[in-house]
């Protein structure tokens, strides 16, 4: 595997998928509307938020042509961004297809802090230098933070960068290493499965009437991270599986604090301020 990371398509993918997806979330009442859901309070809301209210509909009595090609671009740029993401030299080695989505969705989170930064700055300037706050900002930047801290938490679980307490795991045979990995690896799925059945009923709710936050911006962030919080959870589970997997046959490591001590990067700092 390449260890160069960054190139020009790595911020572009994320960023287009980011555009999508946050166009589709938007729209999202078209489908549901179109798709089994009625009411008209949920009509009247997406009249209230459509972007595009003149634009023909192709689909259903709701959903337009920028819907749909948002819809039908989101699994496209997803895929390609798995197959085109590169691993950094920071990076956990391992590389199997479901480590590249993770990774992927990683990046996509890097380009939400992106995102999430810009809006607060943003909102900075215009409420201390022009003294003309929005009234978006605050919720959008709530928003966009629980989507972080969301995604964030599955980059971690694919890093194994997440806490894990070593001193009597380094003291264990690799034989008993194992056996800790799958009791941790089984709670962690035991954990997630009792997390959706019991929260499945409350989401799939919030998602059909699309609730929203009930402010002057009004988004829908209940409707959306409430279902998220499910989804990732799954995700973390099924990446604690293939960790497992992944690291059966690997050889035991000895853990220190010079673990978190990036040679490599204090290299670099030394070039970049001309110390020998």
């Not at 337009?64 to 671009?73: G, S």
């Not at 943003?122 to 928003?143: D, K, M, Q």
């Not at 959306?224 to 960790?243: E, G, R, S, W």
Request: net charge negative; charged share 15%.
């Amino acid at each position: 595997m390449e260890q160069k990371s960054g190139s020009l398509i790595e911020w572009l993918v994320p960023m287009a998928f980011i555009l999508c997806m946050g166009w589709l979330i938007w729209h999202m009442p078209a489908f549901i509307l179109d798709w089994g859901g009625h009411g008209d309070q949920l009509a009247a809301l997406f009249g209230r938020i459509d972007v595009t209210p003149n634009m023909p509909v192709v689909m259903g009595e709701h959903i337009d042509i920028i819907d749909l090609t948002a819809l039908i671009l989101v699994p496209i740029l997803f895929v390609i961004g798995t197959m085109t993401v590169r691993r950094a030299q920071m990076e956990f080695e391992s590389w199997r297809p479901a480590d590249r989505a993770a990774v992927f969705i990683g990046r996509v989170t890097m380009m939400l802090i992106v995102c999430l930064t810009s809006v607060m700055i943003y909102e900075v300037v215009l409420r201390y230098v022009f003294e003309a706050p929005t009234l978006w900002a605050n919720e959008l930047s709530l928003w966009l933070a629980g989507f972080v801290f969301l995604c964030a938490g599955l980059y971690a679980m694919q890093q194994r960068s997440h806490i894990r307490i070593f001193l009597l795991y380094d003291m264990m045979p690799r034989t008993f290493q194992r056996i800790c990995d799958v009791i941790s690896t089984t709670l962690i799925v035991a954990f997630a499965f009792f997390l959706i059945y019991g929260g499945y009923g409350e989401a799939f709710q919030k998602f059909g009437r699309w609730e929203t936050f009930g402010t002057a911006f009004d988004p829908p962030i209940p409707a959306t991270l409430k279902p998220m919080v499910l989804f990732v959870v799954a995700m973390v589970a099924i990446q604690a599986v293939i960790n497992l997997i992944s690291d059966w046959n690997a050889e035991p490591v000895i853990h220190s604090a010079a673990d978190d001590i990036d040679e490599e990067e204090i290299e670099r700092l030394k070039k970049a301020v001309g110390a020998d």
